[in-house]
């Protein structure tokens, strides 16, 4: 099994910082942390598992990387969008998963 390295763009920082100051101000900030820290932690599981995820094949995916991929967190509201680079798997975008259609 090939383990890799996880680097998040800056594109997918600025929809964590989105996301972080939404939660904020709907959640506790110790909600909005924990809520954060599942997401990361989802985030980097890509360093074991990121061969599960075969090249996506949707427009909507495509157009952040011609050879993206896409993982679903574990509460189906947000969609990864990576792809792989030699030894490493680049975050691209984090996209509310009701804008990921066909």
Do not use: C
């Not at 900030?29 to 997401?39: E, H, N, T, V, W």
């Not at 990576?82 to 066909?102: A, G, W, Y």
């Amino acid at each position: 099994m090939k383990i890799y390295n996880v680097e998040i763009a800056e594109s997918a920082l600025a929809d964590i910082d989105s996301l972080a100051e939404f939660l904020v101000s709907n959640l506790s900030i110790d909600g909005a942390k924990r809520y954060l820290k599942a997401m990361l932690q989802e985030i980097n599981s890509l360093s074991i598992f990121a061969d599960l995820y075969k090249p996506s094949t949707y427009a909507v995916i495509l157009r952040y990387h011609p050879k993206a991929r896409r993982m679903v967190s574990h509460n189906k509201k947000w969609v990864y969008i990576f792809h792989v680079e030699n030894d490493t798997v680049v975050i691209d975008r984090i996209r509310p998963s009701k804008l990921i259609t066909q």
